[in-house]
């Protein structure tokens, strides 16, 4: 089943997070890749059958390039005929040489001494990154940054975002228990059965837990010693009541008549001896 994602970051750009039930938990997963990708759904790359990896870098879904050797550096353009096109106050065959005000090449640029320095083609790129032959960069996987790829985004401040296609309902914090930031109140989630709370953190028991009681999972109560049942509400009077005593509320036991005791375990003895004297009265009266 589609779901929201818990955040932006979860999955690669286009791909649906998907909710999926095993037998010990449920946890939100990626679905495929976009087409023109390969990967997991977490981490895609380009896919190019076609590209030929003598002279073409893929640069996108079945998108070649020209490579250039050497790569063209300061914003240069590969062209197709595997020379650089250089842009304006530049030349050279990769376009590294900075021309002077006389037109006149000068000392290498900046850029150039940095495409040496610190080129993808020397120094491979981190994280699932792709390196750009004809830029000396990496490009990174949703998630990471830098020359290399070497450095990790931080993750939204805003928290859980709904999809793109809504309006974006934003939360200071991630909504918990699979809640969703809600778009009519500010800074609050909308929880599914069973959760409460600004941030849905909070499980749910309907009619709450009596008697000091504590909900610690939906509708499930924590009671205190001398209670139970779903809300806590049944009183236990131990040891139990005997001979159809009641428990009641304050824990001791309401007996039926003719028993007595804390657990109305005795007999009355009054009104047992006095049956017997009736008795013995009414066998008088009938020798008599």
Same mark, same amino acid.
């Given at each position: 089943?589609?779901?929201?994602?818990?955040?932006?970051?979860?999955?690669?750009?286009?791909?649906?997070?998907?909710?999926?039930?095993?037998?010990?938990?449920?946890?939100?997963?990626?679905?495929?890749?976009?087409?023109?990708?390969?990967?997991?759904?977490?981490?895609?790359?380009?896919?190019?059958?076609?590209?030929?990896?003598?002279?073409?870098?893929?640069?996108?879904?079945?998108?070649?390039?020209?490579?250039?050797?050497?790569?063209?550096?300061?914003?240069?353009?590969?062209?197709?005929?595997?020379?650089?096109?250089?842009?304006?106050?530049?030349?050279?065959?990769?376009?590294?040489?900075?021309?002077?005000?006389?037109?006149?090449?000068?000392?290498?640029?900046?850029?150039?001494?940095?495409?040496?320095?610190?080129?993808?083609?020397?120094?491979?790129?981190?994280?699932?990154?792709?390196?750009?032959?004809?830029?000396?960069?990496?490009?990174?996987?949703?998630?990471?940054?830098?020359?290399?790829?070497?450095?990790?985004?931080?993750?939204?401040?805003?928290?859980?975002?709904?999809?793109?296609?809504?309006?974006?309902?934003?939360?200071?914090?991630?909504?918990?228990?699979?809640?969703?930031?809600?778009?009519?109140?500010?800074?609050? &989630?909308?929880?599914? !059965? @069973? =959760?409460? $709370?600004?941030? /849905?953190?909070?499980?749910? %028991?309907?009619?709450? *837990?009596? +008697? #000091?009681?504590?909900?610690?999972?939906?509708?499930? &109560?924590?009671?205190? !010693? @001398? =209670?139970? $049942?779903?809300? /806590?509400?049944?009183?236990? %009077?131990?040891?139990? *009541?005997? +001979? #159809?005593?009641?428990?009641?509320?304050?824990?001791? &036991?309401?007996?039926?008549? @003719?028993?007595? $005791?804390?657990? /109305?375990?005795?007999?009355?003895?009054?009104?047992?001896?006095?049956?017997?004297?009736?008795?013995?009265?009414?066998?008088?009266?009938?020798?008599?």
């Amino acid at each position: 089943m589609v779901v929201p994602c818990p955040d932006i970051n979860h999955c690669f750009p286009g791909v649906s997070c998907i909710l999926t039930n095993d037998s010990r938990a449920s946890y939100i997963s990626c679905g495929n890749c976009p087409q023109g990708y390969v990967g997991d759904g977490i981490h895609c790359r380009t896919q190019c059958q076609g590209c030929n990896s003598t002279f073409e870098v893929c640069v996108g879904p079945e998108e070649c390039e020209r490579k250039c050797k050497p790569s063209c550096q300061n914003k240069g353009k590969c062209m197709r005929n595997g020379t650089c096109q250089c842009k304006s106050g530049f030349n050279a065959p990769d376009c590294s040489k900075k021309l002077d005000a006389l037109g006149q090449v000068g000392t290498e640029s900046r850029d150039a001494k940095m495409m040496k320095k610190k080129s993808c083609s020397k120094r491979p790129c981190l994280n699932g990154g792709t390196c750009m032959h004809f830029s000396g960069r990496c490009a990174c996987l949703p998630g990471f940054k830098g020359r290399r790829c070497q450095r990790t985004l931080a993750k939204p401040t805003l928290g859980y975002l709904l999809p793109a296609t809504s309006k974006i309902g934003k939360c200071q914090k991630k909504c918990q228990n699979g809640g969703v930031c809600s778009k009519l109140f500010e800074n609050r &989630c909308k929880c599914p !059965p @069973g =959760f409460r $709370g600004r941030y /849905c953190q909070k499980p749910k %028991c309907k009619g709450g *837990c009596r +008697n #000091g009681g504590t909900c610690i999972d939906p509708d499930t &109560c924590h009671c205190q !010693p @001398g =209670f139970q $049942g779903t809300n /806590c509400r049944q009183v236990i %009077c131990d040891p139990p *009541c005997q +001979n #159809g005593g009641v428990c009641r509320k304050s824990g001791r &036991c309401k007996c039926l008549t @003719g028993y007595k $005791g804390a657990q /109305c375990q005795m007999e009355r003895r009054g009104k047992k001896r006095k049956r017997k004297l009736q008795t013995k009265l009414q066998t008088k009266q009938y020798y008599y």
